[in-house]
């Protein structure tokens, strides 16, 4: 055990994978000598050398197809993409070769690789850095998609990503990155994809979110739990998709009430997957419509604004409070 | 290796004034004494600008900043070579061209200090707004370019990226375009030797970016890009082609970048103290150019005071106004995604107002 941040924890479960696995390697921009823009890979290139960790040429969707290609030879690449707001240029070879070997094979084919990105709002990062669209993954069938929201879930979930036969997009919020720290073990350990996580029990009300939104979760369940005399029940949903169905539909049948909360703009945005979960599968428990808290529908905003863009404890608050009231 | 398979070696770098700043008379560009003196202006300026926007990022008064000090040479010169009526399309580190195309100062001052009303086209600036996507805005270029051929105008478009944006599909796509469709457009690339801490090398096994215009049948040239009137010389003549009809030109200005990529970075994890000293004490642009006005005896330590107080209070006055500006008006998140707002939107807004985080002025200026 030793008290990691989340960039730190990362660092460690990388440095794991390379160790345990010869066919494990790191590649992206920067990430070879410079140990990455954030330091995810600090170190890693001096200890396993250049053939392992190395860096590339500026292209994303050269980072991703040679990924692919290499995953279906038998390695197990990891490609970094600096920031998620430059992963559109790989989006084709994610969505129509990543995506879709395996199927397009009859499973002859596999994808067995990880697709790392920072992401987020909050860090005072110039434009379209700050972008939050996993949506536009999570629609893809054939990929999963993975946001931790602590460095233990970090480097438990990533460590699984490497194992996971099928590609992964690993998106690490930015924010969270040096926001605290944790004990977390060195040594390899996996946390399960696909499964949600209870960070808080609770009977009144069911708070789903994921990723850089928890600690403002935190806060505003705090407040309203105090305000209200209500327990409320959060849960972190890590894998996006697939997403945990069984943890979501549960919850609000313990609670009837829920409120999902997330950073990206609100339309056509996971929040309504998950309701529409909820409303095919727990419509009778219901005992409120579903509230949805998110970024407002355009492009997050230049840094003076951001902190605006983003959903904050009071607005949550607020969302549980209608939803309670109801 | 075969000398049948060998590579072909690299041509010149096209040159005009020496480090100590000699030069041959007759190849000069006919400029005349005041634009001479007007780019050194320019290059000092660009220069100072970078180093108070370097200090105001230290104390929290901008973002993340690009230093451009190092290229002054490359991004003034290509400038010069433009008319107000031509395109230019820069990239976040051409804060020196862009004031010289005509953007104000105060502006790029707002967009380093993550305004959303950073960009309002002011009247008559042909500067293209920034994106930060690398190589992306080479194919905007290329098609600009090609809506001004369509429309039978004779205006260059002129386009800036680095040298790691020649790894990119973009680039790419957007050489093979200008090539095949003959668009009137200049390829500028600032080979700085770095994207971020990946040197040239890693990013090309090509010996130079010029050299990858002849697969897509394009003209190109591989100039000093620490000498200000051989960048000038060369994007003049490639503009002029442009006017003529005759094509595109893609231009590989040699130059370095003396700070690290941003300030959010550290380039002396991946760079030798002495591989920078070299650049900055044998190879410095305003130094060369200087020497070369001080030879021409267009230029003397009496002149260079004047400036250096004219450029202080330029900036001084500059930086008052943006400071003066305040925090940006929250509603401009919401004003600008779709011309006439939907509902949704609409109502977000409000809600918003309603709740009101903060307050802001506008600041369009
Ligand atoms: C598509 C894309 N990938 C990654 C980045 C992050 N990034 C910003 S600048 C940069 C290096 C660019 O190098 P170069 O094109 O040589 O231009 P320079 O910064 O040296 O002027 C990188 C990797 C980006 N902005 N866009």
């Given at each position: 055990m030793q008290e990691m941040t989340m960039i730190q924890a990362i660092n460690n479960a990388l440095r794991n994978a390379l160790e345990s696995d010869p066919g494990v390697l790191i590649?992206?921009?920067?990430?070879?000598?410079?140990?990455?823009v954030f330091r995810a890979t600090d170190g890693l290139q001096q200890q396993f050398g250049e053939e392992r960790v190395f860096d590339t040429p500026l292209a994303e969707s050269g980072i991703v197809g040679t990924a692919i290609g290499m995953a279906v030879n038998g390695l197990k690449p990891i490609a970094e993409i600096q920031f998620m707001g430059f992963i559109y240029s790989a989006f084709e070879q994610i969505i129509s070769h990543a995506a879709r070997i395996r199927t397009r094979s009859q499973g002859s084919y596999?994808?067995?690789?990880?697709?790392?990105?920072?992401?987020?709002?909050?860090?005072?990062?110039?434009?379209?850095?700050?972008?939050?669209?996993?949506?536009?993954?999570?629609?893809?069938?054939?990929?999963?998609v993975v946001v931790p929201s602590n460095p233990y879930d970090a480097k438990g979930l990533l460590l699984a990503a490497i194992e996971d036969p099928d590609p992964v997009l690993f998106l690490e919020p930015m924010k969270l990155y040096r926001a605290f720290k944790e004990p977390v073990p060195t040594e390899k350990y996996t946390v399960p994809l696909g499964k949600a996580k209870v960070m808080k029990e609770g009977t009144d009300i069911s708070i789903f979110s994921w990723g850089a939104m928890l600690p403002a979760v935190r806060q505003a369940v705090q407040k309203a739990e105090q305000e209200m005399h209500i327990q409320?029940?959060?849960?972190?949903?890590?894998?996006?998709?697939?997403?945990?169905?069984?943890?979501?539909?549960?919850?609000?049948?313990?609670?009837?009430?829920?409120?999902?909360?997330?950073?990206?703009?609100?339309?056509?945005?996971?929040?309504?997957?998950?309701?529409?979960?909820?409303?095919?599968?727990?419509?009778?428990?219901?005992?409120?419509?579903?509230?949805?808290?998110?970024?407002?529908?355009?492009?997050?905003?230049?840094?003076?604004?951001?902190?605006?863009?983003?959903?904050?404890?009071?607005?949550?608050?607020?969302?549980?409070?209608?939803?309670?009231?109801? | 290796m075969s000398k049948v398979l060998a590579r072909k070696p690299a041509g010149p770098v096209f040159n005009l004034v020496d480090a100590d700043g000699t030069a041959d008379p007759q190849l000069l560009p006919p400029l005349t004494e005041r634009q001479y003196i007007e780019m050194y202006r320019w290059m000092k300026i660009s220069r100072e600008f970078d180093r108070r926007a370097v200090m105001m990022q230290r104390k929290g008064q901008l973002g993340t900043y690009p230093s451009l000090e190092g290229q002054e040479a490359a991004q003034i010169g290509s400038a010069f070579a433009l008319r107000k009526e031509d395109m230019m399309f820069p990239t976040y580190r051409e804060n020196g061209a862009a004031m010289v195309h005509g953007l104000p100062i105060r502006q790029i001052l707002h967009y380093w200090n993550g305004r959303a009303d950073h960009f309002v086209k002011p009247e008559g600036v042909n500067v293209f707004p920034v994106a930060v996507p690398i190589a992306t805005q080479v194919l905007h270029a290329v098609g600009y370019a090609m809506a001004d051929k369509f429309k039978r105008q004779n205006r260059a478009t002129l386009v800036y990226f680095g040298d790691g944006a020649t790894s990119k599909g973009d680039f790419h796509e957007g050489m093979n375009f200008a090539g095949v469709f003959r668009v009137p457009v200049v390829l500028f690339c600032q080979n700085n030797q770095y994207a971020i801490s990946v040197p040239y090398h890693r990013q090309t096994a090509s010996e130079t970016i010029a050299e990858k215009a002849d697969a897509y049948g394009v003209e190109s040239i591989r100039v000093d890009g620490n000498d200000v009137l051989?960048?000038?010389?060369?994007?003049?003549?490639?503009?002029?082609?442009?006017?003529?009809?005759e094509g595109p030109t893609l231009i590989e200005a040699v130059t370095y970048r003396y700070n690290s990529h941003t300030t959010a970075d550290d380039h002396t994890r991946y760079?030798?103290?002495?591989?920078?000293?070299?650049?900055?004490?044998?190879?410095?642009?305003?130094?060369?150019?200087?020497?070369?006005?001080?030879?021409?005896?267009?230029?003397?330590?009496?002149?260079?005071?004047?400036?250096?107080?004219?450029i202080q209070t330029l900036l001084d006055e500059e930086i008052k106004q943006m400071k003066q500006c305040g925090p940006s008006n929250p509603l401009h998140m919401f004003e600008y995604s779709y011309q006439d707002l939907p509902l949704k939107v609409e109502e977000q807004r409000n809600e918003f107002i309603a709740r009101r985080k903060g307050g802001g002025i506008e600041c369009r200026k």
């Open positions: 590649f992206g921009e920067d990430v070879g000598h410079n140990g990455g596999t994808v067995p690789m990880v697709i790392r990105a920072p992401y987020g709002a909050g860090i005072r990062a110039p434009e379209l850095h700050s972008d939050s669209s996993e949506a536009f993954f999570v629609h893809q069938p054939g990929l999963k409320a029940q959060i849960i972190d949903l890590r894998t996006l998709s697939p997403l945990d169905e069984e943890t979501i539909i549960a919850s609000v049948q313990k609670t009837g009430r829920a409120v999902v909360v997330h950073e990206a703009p609100k339309t056509a945005g996971v929040g309504s997957e998950i309701i529409a979960i909820i409303n095919d599968k727990a419509l009778f428990h219901l005992e409120a419509p579903v509230a949805r808290i998110a970024g407002y529908d355009v492009p997050p905003p230049l840094f003076q604004l951001e902190d605006l863009y983003i959903p904050d404890a009071d607005t949550i608050r607020a969302g549980i409070e209608r939803t309670m009231k109801y | 051989a960048v000038y010389q060369a994007t003049k003549n490639a503009v002029y082609k442009a006017y003529l009809g760079r030798s103290s002495t591989e920078v000293e070299k650049w900055r004490t044998g190879r410095d642009p305003i130094l060369r150019f200087r020497r070369f006005l001080e030879r021409q005896g267009l230029w003397n330590e009496n002149q260079e005071n004047l400036l250096a107080h004219e």
